[in-house]
Structure formats: C-alpha cells, structure tokens
C-alpha cells in the first residue's frame, strides 16, 4: 500500500503551521479567509478556489507581498468559527475575511445562533487587532420570504452594529447559474471561482489598499 493522501480538510492546518514557522521573517499583511466548502474549492483543485485566485491577482496588482490562507472547511457553520479563529490567531492575521453561514441556511437553522456566532468572532478578530470584511450570503427563494429576509438581515446588522466592510454576497453572479455551479448546483466550478474572485477583489483590494500604512 502507498502512502494514504492528506485530506484536504486539514491542508489548511499544514499551511498555518509552516506560516507560523516562518512568521517572524514574513512583513506583509495576512488575509484569512474563514468560510466553508464554499471557501474550501470543493470539487475544484486548491488553486482553483477562489482565496488562491485573489492572491495571485493582488501580486500582480503591485500587492505581491499579501499572504492568503484558506481556513474554509467543508461542511462547517457559523458554530465552529470561534473556535477555528481562535486557532488560526496565532499566525496573526491581518484581515479577516468572514464568509461564512451558507449552511446555516441551506439547513435550517436558527437565525439567531447564526448571528450570535458570527458576532462573537467579529469581536475576537478585532480584539486580535485584526481588520474585519464581512461577506454576506444569500438563500434560494423556496426558503421563504421571511426566513430568507430574516437570514440576510443579519449580515446588514453586523456589518451595522461594528461598522464592517460589507460585500452583500458572496456568490453574486454565480448562484443559481447552472454554467457556473457543479452538478449539485451549490458549488462553483472553476469558472464559477473565478467570477467570484472578479467580484471580491476590488472590494478586497480597496480594503487592503485603505489599511496600508502611508510610505514617506
């Protein structure tokens, strides 16, 4: 028998113990990206999510010296982001961009613990001193007019209540379009990550553009 492969789930935890090694020599700004499969590339190869894409067209826009991590994991919600910020902030990030909660909807639940978890790592990042871009979700319209009006209100609020750069979603242009979606119609093919990366990157860029430190 050969070796067994390395899930793909804990990649991003084998990326965040070589950054954390190689830390003290690294000077450019960190961006996290904590999501899901969404975040993750499922069912497209790692250089072909949407996080990896961003990279590269920052270091070709004169930004070469942004390091991305990929901290979506497949399956997750909003419950184990606390926990998961809590780890990945010992590598000091500089920018978390929080994209999470599009299972919470897809599966139901409360709009309210989503909230309260999402809100409770908005104030952990920024207690870290990290600088916060929150990536908002949408649901299909067989949800319901209230339960997906009450889903997309909570991104609004906290963006709102702790004055955060808000995309207002993540998948604009991508979901729901067949072309751009895999065969279970939620997740993106690769041409679906590279729209999204289209879309998230003037407001990243501008973001990070906006928190760099004036050259003399």
Same mark, same amino acid.
């Given at each position: ?6 899930s793909r789930s804990i990649l991003p935890l084998l990326v965040l113990l ?21 975040? $993750?590339? /499922? ?9 990896? #894409?961003?990279?590269?067209?920052? +270091?070709? !826009? *004169? %930004? ?18 606390? $926990?998961? /910020? ?9 920018? #978390?961009?929080?994209?999470?909660? +599009?299972? !919470? *909807? %897809? ?31 949408? #649901?299909p319209p067989n949800y319901g007019d209230v339960y997906t009006a009450e889903f997309r209100k909570v991104y609004r609020d906290l963006a709102d209540r ?55």
């Open positions: 028998m050969g070796e067994a492969p390395v070589v950054l954390a090694c190689a830390a003290p020599v690294l000077a450019g700004p960190t961006v996290l990206f904590l999501g899901d499969s969404l975040t $993750a590339g /499922l069912g497209v190869e790692p250089e072909e999510a949407y996080p990896h #894409l961003l990279g590269t067209r920052l +270091a070709g !826009d *004169g %930004l070469a010296d942004v390091r991305v991590i990929n901290g979506g994991i497949s399956g997750s919600t909003s419950a184990s982001a606390p $926990a998961r /910020l809590r780890w990945y902030a010992r590598v000091k990030p500089d920018v #978390l961009f929080l994209a999470l909660g +599009a299972n !919470d *909807g %897809l599966r139901g639940l409360n709009v309210a613990e989503l909230a309260k978890n999402l809100e409770e790592v908005v104030v952990e990042a920024k207690r870290e001193g990290m600088r916060v871009l929150l990536a908002g979700m949408e #649901l702790h004055g955060l750069p808000l995309l207002p979603f993540l998948l604009e242009g991508v979901g729901g379009v067949a072309e751009l979606n895999q065969a279970d119609a939620i997740h993106p093919n690769a041409e679906g990550h590279r729209r999204i990366a289209a879309h998230v990157y003037p407001f990243l860029r501008d973001q990070l553009r906006a928190a760099a430190p004036v050259q003399p």
